[in-house]
């Protein structure tokens, strides 16, 4: 590889022309005949911070995983800081790790390592010593995220999970990245430890240069956290000729977007979607979550 390449993989000195970190080009993931993503264009500036929301099957995860560099698309490109990063070898590619931090939808630690080894396991991974100047990292990383140094020796679980969601920020801290990829911080806490993880996040992003990149359903987080605000659709129920990405701005062009599946989305409305499922003669698995008091619904049962 190019010596002026490789030093922007490992450094991340040298910015895109336009000064872009993350540039997503024509992404396409496809698995057999189920299309995922389609013609997927977006540009993410540095230091910016992007929620990317939708329903469920839309594609959201498979958009950070392919970022990431953990799923190789079926076409199209991505561009981290003007390196390609599907066009990397495996080697290149860990080196390029080193510059992402990933913070998993349910934290994703080791549980048979104690948390002071989960959260310094990348420093073990990408060859920095072990010594004085790596516990003080860790040490600082549980700091920014508000756990005390008593957690070092204990296993996941003997934490809650909220306690575990910070560890997990404070091992994509570690290295101090340049993008941060989140994939659902909030799920499956209560509202004021979810806030907590969203103060976070925000401190995170005042601390570091860092960029970030949310994948949630959580509309007060993204409405706190993101600059901008990126909703995708599934494509499968997407109309001919029509956009996978729904809307792309910021929290208050949100409101005014006129497209009813945005506005339903946000407000949690089932709307027009539950009449889908309730028409659709190939959709069984939704059928069973619906209420046979109603007539129609009970009607379509009988139907299966």
Same mark, same amino acid.
């Given at each position: 590889?190019? !010596? ?26 496809? #698995?057999? &005949? ?46 981290? !800081? ?21 913070? #998993? ?49 204990? &296993? ?108 339903? #989305? ?19 698995? !939704? ?18």
């Amino acid at each position: 590889m190019d !010596d002026s390449i490789l030093s922007q993989i490992t450094s991340g000195t040298t910015a895109t022309s336009e000064g872009q970190v993350v540039d997503i080009r024509q992404l396409c993931v496809q #698995f057999g &005949k189920q299309v995922v993503l389609k013609d997927i264009s977006i540009r993410i500036p540095k230091g910016q911070t992007v929620a990317i929301i939708g329903e469920s099957g839309c594609g959201k995860t498979m958009l950070l995983k392919s970022i990431a560099g953990l799923l190789a698309p079926t076409s199209g490109r991505i561009v981290f !800081d003007g390196v390609d990063i599907h066009s990397l070898n495996d080697m290149d590619m860990t080196r390029l790790r080193k510059r992402f931090g990933f913070v #998993f939808q349910n934290a994703a630690l080791f549980d048979s390592m104690t948390i002071h080894q989960n959260v310094g396991f990348p420093l073990r991974q990408h060859g920095v010593p072990q010594g004085k100047q790596a516990q003080t990292m860790i040490l600082d990383r549980l700091a920014e995220v508000g756990l005390p140094s008593n957690v070092l020796p204990k &296993k996941p679980s003997q934490l809650s999970g909220g306690m575990r969601k910070r560890v997990g920020l404070a091992r994509a801290l570690i290295l101090e990245p340049d993008l941060l990829l989140y994939d659902e911080p909030t799920t499956g806490l209560d509202p004021i430890m979810s806030d907590v993880i969203n103060e976070l996040m925000m401190r995170t992003r005042k601390r570091y240069p860092v960029t970030s990149i949310v994948v949630t359903h959580d509309m007060h987080s993204a409405r706190k956290v993101a600059d901008r605000i990126i909703m995708l659709y599934p494509y499968s129920r997407l109309k001919p000729g029509e956009k996978q990405i729904l809307f792309d701005g910021t929290s208050d062009q949100l409101d005014q977007c006129p497209d009813r599946r945005v506005q339903q #989305f946000v407000h949690g409305e089932a709307g027009e979607r539950l009449m889908e499922m309730l028409s659709s003669r190939n959709n069984s698995g !939704d059928l069973d979550t619906i209420n046979l008091h109603d007539p129609i619904a009970r009607n379509r049962k009988q139907e299966r």
